[in-house]
């Protein structure tokens, strides 16, 4: 049961474009969602976090958009740079699991 | 602020054996939690601690087992390791009051099980 998903195992996008990365959930008591970037044998890195009681969250080059009623939030990376490639996780939390579902992630590889 | 660190970061193990994985979290943070990346897979949950107390178990038999030290250092056991048990296993760290707080990764420990 696969509550959180990240349907596009990789993405390419050319340097200076947008990166959209999207997530799917499927547990209406997420309330509480968060974007991480992973390089190879490194710890995921926290990107930007927003709460279900907001639509956006903006820091810099990241927007993070949360749709509740399509239960879908997507990453926007603008402009995409060289830098920007990893793997890109989704994970979603409700208040009082203490717990965090991770999607599958995304490669994104962003080409100079 | 020191970040999350984790040790051993590389470990080689054979079936069988039992293994023991350290994090020590950000300063001032009193959750824990655990989680094991295979190839392929996303980060599955394993456990968080807070306060030395097991607040959620993930869905992994009983071989895995943890603790929490007074100090919000904490510990996870493997025992009986099986070649599958062959994964990055990733410790976070939050304040986590209220349990949906952002986490921050260490590096991981990487466990490879002939």
Redesign the interface.
Known sequence: DQQVKQNSPSLSVQEGRISILNCDYTNSMFDYFLWYKKYPAEGPTFLISISSIKDKNEDGRFTVFLNKSAKHLSLHIVPSQPGDSAVYFCAASSSGTYKYIFGTGTRLKVLA | KAG?T?TPRYLIKTRGQQVTLSCSPISGHR?V?W?QQTP??????LF?Y?SETQ??K?NFPGRFSGRQFSNSRSEMNVSTLELGDSALY?C?SSL?A???????????T?LLVL
């Not at chain 2, 209220?98 to 991981?108: A, I, K, M």
């Open positions: 999350v984790q959750s939690s989680y392929g897979q996303g980060l599955q949950f968080e807070f607040r959620n993930g990733l976070a986590a209220s349990g949906v707080e952002t986490q921050y990764f260490g590096p991981g990487r």
